[in-house]
């Protein structure tokens, strides 16, 4: 999957790499990825949270369209393959509880 930076000046492949979210000031939590690539940065910890967990989800959803179907090429087996891999996302990735 691809991400492009806030600052549109970044294009990265995310495949095997790590994400994760630090604090950078009070006001400040960014999304980096293991090679210190800043994608993204916000204002709370709640919305830099929502964006690597939107992160993740998109993630998993392309990864079970390409175990399903290969390449897409065409809208229909899109929308079938998207569907599926709704269901398979719900096995393949989870959140770590809380406590």
């Not at 950078?24 to 999304?31: F, L, P, S």
């Not at 929502?50 to 390409?66: D, G, N, P, R």
């Not at 290969?70 to 269901?87: K, M, N, R």
Request: with cysteine.
């Amino acid at each position: 999957m691809l991400i492009r930076s806030q600052d549109k000046k970044t294009v990265v492949n995310t495949g095997d790499l790590t994400m994760f979210m630090y604090k950078k000031n009070e006001n400040c939590h960014c999304i980096c990825t293991e090679r210190c690539e800043e994608l993204g940065s916000y204002k709370t910890e709640e919305r830099a949270m929502e964006v690597l967990h939107l992160i993740a989800k998109q993630s998993a959803q392309c990864k079970a369209v390409e175990i399903l179907c290969g390449p897409v090429h065409d809208g229909q087996t899109q929308s079938i393959a998207l569907l599926l891999a709704e269901e398979i996302e719900k096995m393949w990735y989870t959140d770590m509880p809380e406590e």
